[in-house]
């Protein structure tokens, strides 16, 4: 079987399993006290080009709701795009963490937060009447939940309507390292340079197993997050084994190496299937994902034919590309669409 | 430096790392649907000879709190040991969970609840007023955090009270293993046999690195536990790495092995320090933990010493002993203690 | 001034003063536990013809918050209107109440929830996934936001979606008189006979001065209603004068009384605007509010001529009538839409 | 039958329904927007000498719950008398409105904080470890649940060691009255001139029927507090009904007489009683409250006298005064005490 269902039936990078390996190695402080952790935050630093506190955290869902709550009230709302993971996926997660903050969608297309639509929100949102849900946050997903990459240019659009309203950024980066790739800028220009305060550094679905991070660049952001964590049961006492993973992660641009190995999936991909007759891309190819249109019945084919991957709809399917998606998986799958992609019901 | 600090500065049993990387292969779906979180489940059924749920979280923090979530009400009351971690060291995390739920310490010994205790709290609890905290669930935290080991009839008793009274069990079983070595019972026994209904099954501290895990022994309480792992952000989208450490874990007894190994190892420093002028064990040494009193310019000269331990007070210090605590340590620490316990301030 | 502003800029009815004054007579036990809140249990199962369970609260947003905390899990969603004042205007009280539940707009007209669109929303959300907010309510408001009124075939649609699919339903029932009063049925008929679950049963809006109620016809959801309006503060220890002031409102049909009379001046409204040139009614008028497209300068002309009342965007004002609302201000506000609604700007 | 259950089984004082009464004229805007309410901010400025916010709510429980979810963090400790309403009465409301605050009961006589207790409990929190509920709030009842009254160095006592340890100080003044009345002394010197910042300010108890109010002396907690009441529906919209009362409350002092009636009616019944062998009052009768020690058959002797009263246990019960108190109920509560004081069981 081919396996294009998600990022996350995939497999890890082995440098991260030996990291994580080579870490168990005598004795060190629990909770974040030890030293991988401290080389963590310096890493973090330079990667970042700016003092950054780093929270490794279990999943991208504990990443992106507590990187909210710390900047969205209770009684506040996130604007995001009606495709955000935060919006569709979380099982009211940014709700439980926040104490009932409210999402709300903003007009978008590719999964990106148009900022015309994001000013108009938030000018009609009645801040400071209490009967409303204040505005107090931006959720940008990055490559977007379609499989699109924000330019730079476009992320500071949305940053700047939301920094001129007193709004905060929060960059959902579970694909931060695909993006990145893409624009081809350094981390610092895809994050606070474009005006996110806090970032959910993704790892797993890039070549990790077990564990994100939390980065923020709002100083006065970080002050309560540990706390926040710790009574959320996201702290792990050894946490040395996950400061070891991210640390082997961004090891001589381990990172960004994955996502082009994805990315250049997606691509070669994309070129093998865009012309074909019935089959429609929905959103740019700019990332590891492809969003194909096709008749339902040749969907059903597809589906048959030993290749596996999500139905979003009765014409739409969603296929991932991972770090070691193989030229041998790029042709079969593009050779199953062909061969599919003409049948009728 | 040797270390006697806590479970969690240790290291990782390597057999869990090995398994997680041997867990690297291939494709699986995310979220626990992959087989190695469906062998989980068949294992877990045998080891406790019942059918149960099992649920990999990341820490025993979340452990402890969703499972007290799931037995009481926001407007509950949970009883527990005034020392029980869940009242002492998780920074509110059962108030988090649970949307308000209070801790209410009874009388204990050792950190055991007292069953007649517990018995007189509840009678006076005013069960059906609204204006009360309304009892729901009892914590047992085994082994316990003074380092005293609850028997089965100990338990029962306990668990006997609270079903008289409509309320559920929940065991903290971060150090389970070491019960369960200790008391020689199998974890059935220790467990549902004796009346408890939800159980945190500690890994971490016994040689794991990542992952603890939830076991359910009460259906009612199950059914939304997904759901409420899901929004906590506590569900691995990869999580046959954490199931595959698990499986590790309680192969061919390892995680027993590796208990009996820290209960001994406090079990010979108890012996060689027992009876040493100056020197008092202030519970009983059961599982692999020793609080020893001593005068504060003994424990000042112990910590000079180049022995690493936690100060639990200006008179009191906490020894932890690990599955790898070696014989030279033993001797070590008995022997600086030797040295120390007569000094006067 | 002439004041169309709102139901709650008004009078309160004086029979619900004097019964409140007549309840200062004598001592009686708190919290509810009174004769006149027994009386009250009592002659609302009349009322509703059924047996319920009433409980007196301060606020309609606390009626509607609880009322879907009870039948809406921390991981459910609730199906609204967009224009639901759930959605809309309570600062996000649900999500507190329920612990995170989300709200989601489904398509409707007029404020009314469309029964294929909530099929459609249901039939798309993931249920049993738990990625997915799980279906768990539907909210009603009964007369809309927007002034029409559910006819009992509409409610009945919309319930019959909801419980084929194991949801439950609420009706904010903050205008339920006015729409009992325009529908010329029972309230049974009006509520559970058409599959409603839980009521916010309205009567500050219509006379009343502080407070309102929710009503239950699920047994289920009321177990524990009373732990959580404690845990909430929303219990009055001396509840005999919240609930002298509910008998008094249904007593001889007074609330229908009141209601009919609001809604007639809304009614005699529509007649003398809708044919003006220059004037759109965007609603049935059907309750006691009236919602008027009319050109920006003319909106502007009427807020200048002493009327107060509304403005929902640069054409739109908002013109709620009252139990008390007199034929002279019938007469000054037709008048004076009829003045401006030829202006240009 | 002669009722000394409790405050809130009383009635209320006339003026302040004939000032509800007189509310009952023209229109005005909701939630807070009326002139009335903004005559409460003005009065209550001249009455505690100082810029305030007042807040009037439902209840004692949300003033309470909502003026300590103001100043503690959902990872916070709320230290407080073990016999705290907080702590004993209110169904985890607190945790509730603060998302897990902790109650932390320090040792206290009469229901007092002790100040040497509560330096020694914030010493030993360890403030700062991610473990540990953080030091944030610090509770005093005024009077306290037990009868007594914190003389005015005693309350600057607890808020001096409070505020060197950067924790906020509440007051829970359900019965402020009976305090500020029997100190003789000024509401600021009751409240932020002994160092209160946040303060619950009692009116049911004390001949209110349907409210109570917030009083903020530290402007950094009041910003929000207008959000978190109305996402917890405690804002009535037709506030001005509310606010009349509370300014006929303290017009001419009103409220200081109805509390000198009570608390002389207590001290009448202890002046009668003392003396009497087979009788103990456990703690001062400084306010409206006797607390009273009898053999348990003559506490059964006592309740088929037709005297009502609530029994705190086998050999306790409480007596409440009100505002009406008789001559004549004094004359028959001491007379049967006397009577039943000798019985032996």
Redesign the interface.
């Known amino acids: 079987m081919i396996?294009f269902?998600?990022?996350?039936?995939?497999?890890?990078a082995?440098q991260l399993?030996e990291a994580?390996?080579a870490a168990?190695?005598?004795?060190?402080?629990?909770?974040g006290m030890d030293p991988l952790t401290a080389q963590l935050q310096e890493r973090f630093a330079q990667l970042f080009e700016t003092p950054v506190r780093v929270f490794p955290?279990?999943?991208?869902?504990?990443?992106?709701?507590?990187s909210l709550a710390a900047i969205c009230?209770?009684?506040?709302a996130v604007y995001c795009s009606a495709d955000a993971h935060i919006n569709?996926?979380?099982?009211?997660?940014?709700?439980?963490?926040?104490?009932?903050?409210?999402?709300v969608p903003v007009t978008s297309e590719f999964g990106k937060v148009d900022p015309a639509a994001l000013e108009a929100a938030i000018a009609g949102a009645g801040k400071g009447l209490?009967?409303?849900?204040?505005p107090a946050a931006v959720n940008l997903v990055q490559a977007t939940d379609l499989g699109a990459v924000y330019g730079l240019d476009e992320v500071a659009a949305v940053a700047k309507v939301a920094h001129a309203h007193g709004l905060k950024v929060h960059m959902d980066g579970a694909r931060f390292a695909n993006a990145v790739a893409r624009l081809g800028c350094t981390p610092a220009q895809a994050s606070w340079k474009s005006g996110v305060d806090i970032l959910s550094f993704g790892v797993?679905?890039n070549g990790?197993?077990?564990?994100d991070a939390i980065v923020v660049f709002a100083p006065d952001a970080a002050q309560?997050i540990?706390?926040?964590?710790?009574?959320?049961?996201?702290?792990?006492?050894?946490m040395r084994?996950?400061s070891a993973q991210i640390l082997a992660y961004v090891r001589d641009d381990l990172w960004l190496e994955l996502a082009r190995g994805a990315n250049q999936a997606a691509a070669s991909i994309a070129v093998l299937v865009r012309t074909l007759p019935g089959v429609t891309l929905v959103a740019p190819v700019e990332a590891n994902e492809l969003f194909i249109e096709m008749e339902p019945a040749a969907l059903d084919a597809l589906q048959g034919s030993g290749i596996?991957f999500y139905r979003r709809g009765p014409r739409l399917g969603r296929f991932v590309c991972r770090w070691d998606t193989s030229a041998a998986d790029i042709d079969a799958l593009a050779g199953a669409i062909g061969r599919c992609a003409n049948l009728k019901a």
């Open positions: 396996d269902r998600s990022d996350n039936t995939g497999r890890a082995p399993i994580l390996a168990n190695d005598g004795t060190a402080l629990g909770y955290v279990p999943t991208g869902t504990a990443a992106n709701a507590l009230p209770p009684f506040g569709t996926s979380e099982c009211n997660a940014t709700g439980f963490f926040s104490g009932g903050a409210k999402m209490a009967h409303k849900s204040q797993t679905k990790g197993l077990l564990g309560q540990g706390y926040h964590l710790r009574r959320a049961g996201l702290v792990w006492s050894k084994f996950a596996l």
